[in-house]
T-cell receptor, first 111, second 113 residues
Framework: EDKVVQSPLSLVVHEGDTVTLNCSYE??????LLWYKQEKKAPTFLFMLTSSGIEKKSGRLSSILDKKELFSILNITATQTGDSAVYLCAVLSSNTGKLIFGQGTTLQVKP | EPEVTQTPSHQVTQMGQEVILRCVPI?????FYWYRQILGQKVEFLVSFYNNEISEKSEIFDDQFSVERPDGSNFTLKIRSTKLEDSAMYFC???????????FGEGSRLTVL
């Protein structure tokens, strides 16, 4: 059975800290891995990773994929209270665009 | 910036009633999806839709569920006879290619009493 597992499930840090969120997967027909941020309702797209070892970066956020070890990490440096959210990892599988989601990591950044 | 829009934002219904959730995907997108998230649980895939037919559906998507693209802009999810366990947030998503990132709407919260 395909599965995506995220860790930790929740995390509390202070502003300015750096955090690393983990995502491991066992999925047949792997196409790519995506990270989303979910604040109140809609997951908003952060990154899509297809190739191993190539870091994607957007401001203070960065992510990398290891297709050999079947995991990805999402780093957030110099965290701000606005980074507080649930971070979702999802794997795009098969030929139909289906996403398989992990359970999410809830990040709380305290002032 | 183009976005996926969903209506209603919240619907309360009695068990056994039919509900229709509506979505307007991003205009040049060709691939459409419904996902749901029961409170406190993972986001789960329901169905993918391309070229006016279902591409894939999950075990959750049984005979009580159907999808339709009645015109060039709307994409609907119908639940014929709602059950208590259908209470969830339903997300519509769209993509411009099957291997591309999915863009999600704000969701429709369904409460079945």
């Amino acid at each position: 059975e395909d599965k995506v597992v995220q860790s930790p499930l929740s995390l509390v840090v202070h502003e300015g800290d750096t955090v690393t969120l983990n995502c491991s997967y066992e999925v047949t027909n792997f196409r790519s891995l995506l990270w989303y941020k979910q604040e109140k309702k809609a997951p908003t797209f952060l990154f899509m990773l297809t190739s191993s070892g190539i870091e994607k970066k957007s401001g203070r956020l960065s992510s990398i994929l290891d297709k050999k070890e079947l995991f990805s990490i999402l780093n957030i440096t110099a965290t701000q209270t606005g980074d507080s959210a649930v971070y979702l990892c999802a794997v795009l599988s098969s030929n139909t665009g289906k996403l398989i989601f992990g359970q999410g990591t809830t990040l709380q950044v305290k002032p | 910036e183009p976005e996926v829009t969903q209506t209603p934002s919240h619907q309360v219904t009695q068990m056994g009633q039919e509900v229709i959730l509506r979505c307007v995907p991003i205009s040049n997108h060709l691939y459409f999806y419904w996902y749901r998230q029961i409170l406190g649980q993972k986001v789960e895939f329901l169905v993918s839709f391309y070229n006016n037919e279902i591409s894939e559906k999950s075990e959750i998507f049984d005979d009580q569920f159907s999808v339709e693209r009645p015109d060039g802009s709307n994409f609907t999810l119908k639940i014929r006879s709602t059950k208590l366990e259908d209470s969830a947030m339903y997300f519509c998503a769209s993509s411009n290619r099957v291997t591309g990132e999915l863009f999600f709407g704000e969701g429709s919260r369904l409460t079945v009493l």
